[in-house]
């Protein structure tokens, strides 16, 4: 974000810090107003859809927030409001017919409660451009690293000690936390990427990372990977969700098709395994990495395993159903071929003239019936029990 009068703080060139001492007194203010804590402190607030427990306005972790445009007041998000009214406004902008109409911005507030939220905050994709230029010397690199683990992890000024040096947690714990999360290709030219479970964040200097990586690079080609990835997440959530409902259905359902919900399922999952499921989206190397980072802090791989894994554990329980059911079948058909047997080894009876054989025949069928019936429930019940058990 330029400032007219101090373009000079987004130069590389010695004389960058002028603008601070010899400026008017209105872009001194606009300078100020663009502090980094300043930025800090608007993404660790902006990014809450509702406050999670009352002790946060205790420990200041919420401040009440006001959405204004042209001087009005567009919406406020006090504490104690269950959905974000800012979140809600801007969504309603993108998602509802006609934003202006209250019940459908009520809609969008119920899916997105009923959406089984894992997190009360939103997703961090955020660019720092500071002025000057890259740190040369050890004393600045540190400062630098210091201020990049605050973006990565969406901390404040508040939120530091400065009996630690200024950090918000274990200065070792910090700085071995951020180098693992890090992407150092272009660290030493003072270009910092991260990428935590929750926020992806650039940070850099000079006029090169705030007019080309922050305004280009960042919204139109690495956020566009991160949403990809977020997607698979989500799909992966949801598939998780549909997987329990299923084995409910499974477990429960005495329908002569046990596996019609899973069947679905299996074939939405291949379908997305197949058309949708991307390893490599860019051919350029740093695009890779920037992905395959985007995506390994996310836990999808395993995700996807897991999900994998109880498909199939589902569909070898399908068919052992499947399997219990035909063998039942063949066992009934089997009784009751040695029923129809026994009857024709009976029907010479039927020949006979005296007045006792036909009855004798009728209570000899009736008692050969009475036994394959209790012995086909007696194997059906056994075969249930161990069914079950697998």
């Known amino acids: 974000m330029r400032i007219d009068g101090a373009e000079a703080l987004a130069y590389h060139h010695d004389r960058w810090w002028r603008p601070i001492f010899d400026t008017p ?3 001194f203010a606009r300078i100020e107003q663009l ?62 017919d006609d934003p202006r109409q209250p019940d459908q911005v009520q809609h969008l507030a119920r899916l997105l409660r009923v959406q089984n939220l894992s997190e ?38 508040s939120d ?6 200024g950090y918000a947690y274990d200065p070792d714990y910090s700085r071995e936390s951020a180098h693992a999360h890090r992407l150092d290709r272009w660290r030493a030219l003072g270009t910092y ?14 006029g090169f990372f705030s007019d080309v990586i922050a305004a280009e690079h960042v919204p139109y080609h ?19 969700r549909r997987i329990t409902h299923a084995t409910r259905l499974l477990i429960q359902s005495n329908k002569q098709d046990p596996g019609s919900a899973f069947r679905d399922l299996r074939r939405d999952f291949i379908e997305f395994t197949n058309c949708y499921w991307f390893r ?17 802090v996310l836990d999808i791989a395993p995700e996807y395993a897991e999900v994998k894994d109880e498909m199939e554990r589902a569909d070898e329980y399908v068919q052992s159903v499947r399997q219990h059911r035909m063998d039942k079948g063949v066992s009934a058909a089997a009784w009751i071929a040695a029923l129809l047997a026994g009857f024709a080894l009976a029907l010479p009876l039927l020949e006979y003239k005296d007045p006792w054989q036909p009855l004798a025949w009728l209570v000899l069928a009736a008692s050969a019936a009475l036994i394959m019936w209790r012995i086909v429930r007696h194997s059906s019940s056994d075969e249930d029990r161990q069914c079950n058990r697998k």
């Open 25 to 27: 007194r209105a872009v």
């Open 35 to 96: 502090r980094l804590d300043h930025w800090l402190r608007f993404t660790k607030h902006a990014r809450i859809l509702f406050p999670s427990f009352i002790e946060q306005l205790d420990e200041q972790k919420f401040d009440a927030q006001t959405l204004i445009h042209n001087g009005k007041v567009i919406k406020e998000f006090p504490f104690g409001a269950n959905v974000s009214p800012i979140v809600l406004h801007l969504l309603a902008q993108f998602l509802a």
């Open 120 to 157: 009360e905050r939103m997703f961090v994709n955020v660019a720092y451009g500071l002025a000057g230029p890259a740190p040369s010397d050890p004393g600045e690199r540190q400062e630098a690293d210091r201020l990049f683990s605050l973006a990565l992890y969406v901390d404040r000024g």
């Open 160 to 165: 530091t000690f400065q009996s630690i040096g």
């Open 193 to 206: 990427l991260g990428f935590c479970p929750y926020a992806n964040a650039y940070l850099g200097f000079g």
């Open 222 to 240: 690495y956020e566009r990977m991160l949403i990809l990835a977020l997607l698979y997440q989500l799909t992966l959530r949801n598939y998780n």
């Open 280 to 296: 490599e989206v860019t051919l350029a190397i740093q695009g890779k990495e920037i992905f395959a980072k985007q995506v390994a």
